[in-house]
């Protein structure tokens, strides 16, 4: 059996730097563009790939989160495509079987923590560059520009290994709400689009029924880099039991979430999904519940 090359679902710009050149790696960033909506239902966003062409890392290629690496025949946004589409669009950026991903972004690095899940999801190894574009900036190393660089595509597709387990549907978030299974639902959005204090992208403020907050954004430090292991078990069990129930976490999108679900796999729990659909698909059918305050 083959060695990883990665030592882990997280890399720093040290480990980076001396690997960058090593064939089997492939560096993507994941970085889109999604502002604050200034008042309910203001849903924006774009793809990153102008900020990528203006200053990236070396030898990276920008994977579209808004354009072929989602499904827009699904009804809402950044929806994971099929594991087939998905190693379609991964071989058209170089990533093949053999290949291994170190996903980045600048944008806090929950964008590169959705497409980390993606990659895990259908077998892809994968690590998120921890602190992101400004990490490797901020420690003198090299940066590239333009969009001319021309992906060679990948010469054999991967093979999904699909892992189900990692994502949760609509149906599955609704029982543990009500109670008819085990689990425990957390929200990653911040602390106002949980309490519905701030204003939504969506149709209605509020949070799901029974889920408590843990924004994924706070599980970083002033550097943007993951809290050192102590300080974010003690951040995460401050939300969690430790009685085993399995965790389904979801923000507005799905992206949050996946920054969460970085911070969980990195304290070894194993029983983590995101709800693809989140808040977007939630908040569409008045009929399910949202509650506001904490």
Known sequence: ?????????????TWLAAHLDDPRLVVLDAT???????????HRSASGRGAWAERHLP???????????????APYRFAVPSPEALAAALARLGVGEGSEVVSYDSGGGIWAARLWWMLRAIGVPAAVLDGGLEAWE??????????????VPAGRPVTPVVRPDLWAGIEDVAA????????????????GGYDGSAPTRYSRRGHI??????PGRGLL?????????????????????TDGSPVVLYCGGGISAAGAALALTLLGRTDVSVYDGSLE????DPARPLELGN
């Open 1 to 13: 059996m083959t060695t990883s090359l990665l030592p882990g679902p997280l890399v720093d710009d």
């Open 32 to 42: 889109a563009l999604l502002p604050s909506p200034r008042e309910d239902g203001d």
């Open 59 to 73: 030898g990276s290629r920008h994977a579209d989160l808004t354009g072929e690496l989602s499904d827009h025949d």
């Open 138 to 151: 901020t420690a003198g190393r090299p940066l590239a520009s333009g969009d001319d660089t021309d992906p």
């Open 176 to 191: 543990i709400s009500r109670g008819e299974r085990p689990g425990t639902l957390v929200c990653a959005l911040p602390s």
């Open 209 to 214: 029924p029974a889920s408590r907050s843990l």
């Open 221 to 241: 430090d002033e550097a943007g880099r993951v809290m050192r292991p102590e300080e974010l078990a003690a951040k995460v069990g401050a939300v969690l039991d």
């Open 281 to 284: 698909e939630w908040s569409k």
